[in-house]
């Protein structure tokens, strides 16, 4: 039998009642940490009404990117992960939202700066309610950690200016948070409001797998975060209508074995620089829902049709007209700016679909989806100091398409610069006959950097689901 209640944690239970938490969630808390049933009933004064179980993250009753049409609207929209099926929170898990560089990376800078961590109130009596250090990141001005900040805000999508910086958190043995709530109780607020308002929600991020222990518990939504690298929690620390969010109170549970690395980035309601209609940033692009998961693959063209495109190509060189796109998208670099930075050689409607005939297959066993052949444009040249402006395609006809590349005379790679679904951008290099599939629609993507060399000649196919 456990040893009786500690000072710490009888002040926890108090705490928490007072503060109208539900009590079979601090009851299971407190069997979770080693107390018995008998010795909990006695402190607390009450006995659940039912046996009560944990649900892991990874066990969703909803499967990966659905979400239940009976729950509530959500006031953000995550694509790219899993909805936990209630009505109590908003609660997302996003797998593998970071690699297992950029964990390795961002644990290095976080052991380098290490601090104890604080309580919201500062109160020192309280130092074993919250036992784990911090790094304060965005102290660091580190270019690394800015962008993995982006990343944060574009994946939720509210702007930065209704965040604080991220910080890191250390656990080491026998180290934890007490449960908690991340929103400020009523007389902690005005000393953090300082024009940012209340916290509306949390973007949580496990760097490593504990070898034991370090789970995050959230007792009333019945679930349980176990530390996998890379993974990443999202929580509302506010309900729709800006009541505070009692159901999402959680445990950074002790490590027993090994040490656990997290960090945490809490956004706001409100902004001293921006007014609210500004909060949500996200497009109709970036809220389609991801169809594969990296979003892009490079793959080869038949070597008989890429001959077939590359001698219409020379053939009809001399017909080849300067391209107008709408909306700058394609520029020159100020030194070309006499020359227009882009041509046209048309395709006959045999060879678009022949070509079209042939991507279907390919880009249908990729994307699992069955499609329907839209456009393709004829070839595109770009010509020397030429650059492609960073964009989404058009959202009823590009979800699902195909760059193929013909001909280049470069004198250094010309790049194609992609976000993948976790908002984290690839430099795609392609050569003559190599193809790269693409969420074109959702997908953001571009060259711009101007091009070294004098031609670099693709043709563009795209496709949409049959069901859209």
Known sequence: ??????????????????????????????????????QIKKQMEHEPAQKMSSQ????????????????????????????????KAEFYLIENFLNEEECATIIEKIQDHLRPSLMVDHDTKKSSFRTSRTCDMGALNDPFINMIDERICQTIGIDAAFSEAIQGQFYEVGQEFKAHTDFFEKNELSDHDKGF??????????LNEVEEG??????????????????????????????????????GMPVRKGWKAVITKWFRLKSPTKSFDQRLTKTDNEKIKPITEIG??????????????????????????????????????????????STLTNLSARLKKEIHDYLKPKLEEWSGVELDPTFVYGIRTYNEGAK??????????????????????????????????????HDIVLQPGDMVFYEGARLQHGREVPLKGRAFANIFCHFKPVSA
């Open 56 to 87: 892991s993250v990874g066990q969703f009753h909803i499967g990966k990117k659905v979400v239940n049409e009976k729950l509530l609207p959500p006031v953000i929209s995550i694509e790219g992960g899993t909805r936990l099926d209630t009505d």
């Open 197 to 206: 308002g209340q916290r509306s929600f949390t973007f949580f991020i496990y």
């Open 1 to 38: 039998m456990m040893p009786a209640f500690t000072q710490d944690w009888i002040d926890w239970i108090d705490e928490n009642v007072n503060a109208g938490m539900d009590k079979d969630g601090i009851f299971k808390i407190l069997l979770e940490n080693g107390y018995e049933h008998e």
């Open 296 to 341: 892009f693959k490079v793959e080869k063209l038949d070597e008989l049709l890429h001959e077939k495109i590359l001698n219409h190509y020379e053939i009809n060189e001399v017909y080849k007209k300067d391209e107008t796109v709408e909306g700058d998208f394609i520029t020159n670099d100020e030194e070309k700016a006499e020359q227009a930075p």
């Open 388 to 425: 492609l402006r960073a964009h989404r395609d058009r959202l009823d006809t590009h979800i699902v398409s195909c760059i193929i590349n013909i001909y280049q005379d470069v004198d250094e790679d010309w790049p194609l610069q992609i976000d993948d679904h976790h908002y984290r951008t």
């Open 214 to 251: 370090g789970h995050t518990d959230f007792p009333m939504l019945g679930v349980t975060g176990v530390p996998k690298i890379g993974d990443a929690l999202i929580w509302n620390s506010l309900n729709a209508d800006g009541s505070c969010n009692y159901n999402t109170l959680h445990h």
